[in-house]
């Protein structure tokens, strides 16, 4: 199975070439652990690492 793609800018997972959140192309498949964000604005994890989104994030990218 194929590693998910991340975006290096922002640690969004992304399906295709460009990110929505950030509009960066720039891609890895070098990241670890995963963080879901479901509700961005009473998230204080969102908040701290300064995610304004909901979705699935890399939490560490390469």
């Known amino acids: 199975m194929a590693k998910k793609k991340a975006c290096k800018k922002c640690k969004l997972f992304v399906d295709g070439d460009t990110c929505p959140v950030c509009k960066s192309n720039i891609m890895t498949t070098s990241w670890q ?27 560490k990218v390469r």
Not at 34 to 48: P, V
Request: aromatic share 8%; proline share 0%.
């Open 33 to 59: 652990g995963r963080l879901y964000i479901t509700d961005a604005e009473r998230s204080m994890i969102a908040q701290k690492i300064g995610i304004k989104v909901k979705g699935e994030y890399a939490i």
